[in-house]
């Protein structure tokens, strides 16, 4: 079965349907677009079609081109990549020409056939620039479907005509959000910004294309760009209101992205570039940019990262081979902040929920969060009363441990002390059923010795949410010593229901993500105390693509946290801990600047909470050092203290695939996106510079930045993370 069929109705209305079989949503291959380009030929030639709608036999419209395509271009093209990718992009180019243009003449801009887009539900990609192609849009009126251009959020920008299209028809400007901010928008908004002309009843969607269709003059589909006198909406860069456009956008450009993300220059440049031309040629130059883009090795971790390897982890790429383990009943122990955010995200996603906590006031406390959330939806017009009577209908907020008899899981959220935890885990297990899955929310205390406290180890797992359970997309699953398969699964299962994105590690001190983060903060905290300017340490790592520098994350956190860990971590490890960054931290604690939640901390707040800068004093206790070091040296010791220890994570198999170590990176700490995460960003330095590296900062600095034993050992080799560990090298094994 084809993914386009044609069927022409006795109007001599040619219906163009895509319905990828074996898909929730329809994605373009690269053997489908040369389907499109043979059946807008027959169309075009058949003298019965008198015009052509665009549709799709599934709810949703497109899901966007198969990045996998890509990679198998630059793959086929040898030597060459660079040519091939420009040529492919140029081929797409020239079929949705060939469908804009549909068989008018080129002098007389008439004699041509109308093609209209019934787009029947969320359309994305290079769906949206085959839509924006044709003459006439037409969408669904269902709010939950969105539309838009979000390639930018990938590491790409549109590159199949939806840049050029797109920015002629509304200007510069007003084409920002969708193209530079990869924005989705519901039908009624894209109407207004003119990405869909018509919105209508799904019942009516395919007849009122058709009946545009038959009436279409020639005058209705001629592009504006094809027409004699057109000018870019907005001005062009060389009119005075254009110029200022474009100067603006660069600085809002330069300003979010800090100059790390090459996409978001490149699509700049082609609209710059491509307003002063006409535009076939302006096609041409978007290719250009799109190919230069393609070749960065960013635009490739990125794709890789947060699209494949994503999905991949997401449809359960490491779950073991157990039966389905969906969630019916969930109970979760504790109705604080992370808590009460496991309860909504669950409720949410449609399970049934059983919130405990010692007084009935915080259980009903800890439920009054999903209802602020939710009234805060109903205020954007998101959730409907409905929907928000629903969720809050399926949590139960209660002391009473006997309401947990019949949940399939639980999810342990209470204060990170090993005692108290103990306590909770045998009053849970003395009521649910033998089968039922335990897990235990933290983020530092090792599984294997909270496990201890369980008459079913087996059934005993770790599942560490990141704070704010709501907007955080990664959730961490830790395998206990005696953690079964189905455990795993179970939260495997439980967390893709709930929409998130999971990785499973092995049990050890601060599993994966904190074992990372935490020298990150430790490092900007070692500089202040060698008189680095903390202004040089922030903007450094913002500058490399963090999204906060060491010393706000540290009182976003909360300083009296970090010195919590620290006590717990020395008390653990004995002579091993290194107490260097202690005495800041303390000091910090005993001057009651405890971060934002004390309105002191690093930074300075006003009454709000606003943060308002860095903290004079700092320079008071660690005086400035008259010589500062370089941006790039900052840069490189930020960086390298979080990736070496996931370098060591991967030796200690704490980290089983360097899939889920980049992507937990990403999605849970924020780790540079443009580099695709820590393997990533190695695997683009190379093996050997990056071991040089480690030899020169372990000199400079200390034995913290010695060079790890799989690191050596690749450079020595000359291999790279993926090239050894990645998912093609595994199946070749």
């Not at 209101?241 to 090459?262: D, E, H």
């Not at 409907?384 to 009577?389: I, L, R």
Request: aromatic share 8%; charged share 25%.
């Amino acid at each position: 079965m084809t993914d386009f069929t044609m069927k022409t109705d006795a109007d001599g209305v040619a219906v163009i349907t895509w319905d990828v079989a074996g898909k929730s949503m329809n994605v373009l291959s690269r053997d489908a677009f040369e389907m499109v380009e043979t059946l807008i030929d027959q169309a075009l030639a058949d003298d019965a079609v008198k015009g052509v709608v665009i549709t799709s036999g599934k709810e949703t419209f497109a899901g966007g081109m198969d990045l996998n395509v890509l990679a198998s271009i630059r793959q086929e093209s040898g030597d060459d990549p660079a040519k091939g990718l420009f040529d492919f992009t140029m081929n797409g180019h020239r079929i949705l020409r060939k469908l804009e243009r549909a068989g008018m003449d080129p002098k007389t801009n008439k004699g041509g056939k109308p093609v209209a887009c019934a787009i029947t539900g969320t359309c994305m990609g290079i769906g949206t620039e085959i839509a924006l192609a044709c003459h006439r849009r037409f969408m669904a009126d269902n709010p939950k479907a969105k539309i838009g251009l979000p390639e930018i959020l990938v590491g790409i920008f549109p590159g199949g005509g939806g840049t050029t299209r797109y920015s002629r028809m509304v200007g510069a400007m007003a084409a920002a959000p969708v193209l530079l901010e990869g924005r989705t928008l519901d039908p009624a908004k894209a109407r207004s910004a003119q990405l869909v002309d018509e919105v209508v009843p799904a019942g009516e969607l395919l007849e009122k294309a058709k009946e545009w269709v038959l009436s279409a003059t020639d005058a209705d589909i001629v592009k504006p760009w094809d027409q004699k006198g057109w000018k870019m909406p907005g001005g062009a860069p060389y009119h005075p209101a254009g110029f200022m456009t474009f100067v603006g956008a660069s600085a809002m450009i330069n300003g979010k992205t800090k100059g790390v993300y090459p996409a978001a220059k490149a699509l700049l440049s082609a609209v710059y570039e491509g307003a002063l031309v006409p535009f076939d040629t302006a096609l041409t130059i978007e290719a250009r940019w799109f190919t230069s883009v393609l070749m960065n090795p960013s635009s490739s971790a990125m794709i890789r990262s947060l699209f494949i390897n994503k999905e991949a982890l997401e449809k359960g790429a490491n779950r073991p081979s157990v039966d389905d383990q969906k969630v019916r009943k969930v109970g979760i122990l504790g109705a604080g902040m992370m808590g009460a955010g496991i309860a909504y995200v669950s409720a949410n996603a449609g399970i049934e929920v059983v919130l405990i906590d010692n007084a009935q006031e915080a259980a009903d406390r800890g439920k009054s969060y999903s209802a602020d959330l939710l009234d805060k939806g109903m205020a954007r017009k998101k959730v409907t009363q409905e929907k928000k009577d629903q969720v809050l209908g399926r949590i139960t907020a209660t002391t009473d441990y006997a309401a947990l008899d019949g949940c399939d899981l639980i999810v342990e959220a209470v204060f990170e002390d090993v005692s108290v935890k103990a306590e909770v885990t045998k009053k849970t297990e003395a009521v649910i059923p033998e089968d039922a899955i335990f897990a235990t929310n933290t983020s530092t205390l090792p599984i294997t010795e909270l496990a201890k406290a369980s008459a079913r180890p087996e059934q005993f797992i770790g599942i560490h949410f990141f704070s704010p359970v709501d907007k955080m997309m990664l959730v961490e699953i830790i395998r206990g010593e005696k953690t079964g398969d189905v455990a795993v699964a179970k939260a495997l299962d439980f967390v893709r229901q709930i929409r998130k994105t999971p990785i499973v590690v092995n049990d050890a001190r601060f599993f994966y993500a904190n074992r990372c983060i935490i020298p990150y903060i430790n490092e900007g905290i070692r500089m202040v105390k060698e008189g680095v300017a903390p202004a040089l340490i922030e903007n450094a790592a913002k500058l490399v693509g963090m999204p906060l520098g060491p010393l706000q994350l540290t009182d976003e956190t909360s300083i009296d946290l970090g010195v919590k860990i620290a006590k717990a971590t020395k008390a653990a490890m004995g002579d091993a801990y290194d107490d260097s960054v202690d005495e800041l931290l303390f000091w910090m604690e005993a001057e009651g600047r405890l971060g934002r939640k004390a309105n002191a901390g690093f930074y300075t707040y006003d009454e709000k909470g606003k943060r308002l800068g860095l903290w004079d004093g700092l320079a008071d206790k660690y005086p400035l050092a008259e010589d500062q070091p370089d941006l790039i040296e900052v840069q490189h010791r930020l960086l390298f203290a979080q990736v070496l220890e996931a370098v060591r994570a991967l030796e200690d198999e704490v980290l089983m695939d360097i899939r889920e170590g980049d992507v937990g990176a990403i999605l849970g700490w924020g780790f540079a996106p443009w580099s695709g995460g820590p393997f990533s960003w190695l695997d683009i330095l190379g093996a050997p510079y990056a071991a040089d590296r480690c030899d020169q900062l372990t000199k400079a600095y200390g034995a913290r930045f010695t060079t790890p034993d799989l690191l050596r050992e690749m450079a020595d080799k000359g291999q790279s993370f993926y090239g050894r560990f990645g998912p093609e090298a595994k199946a070749a094994a």
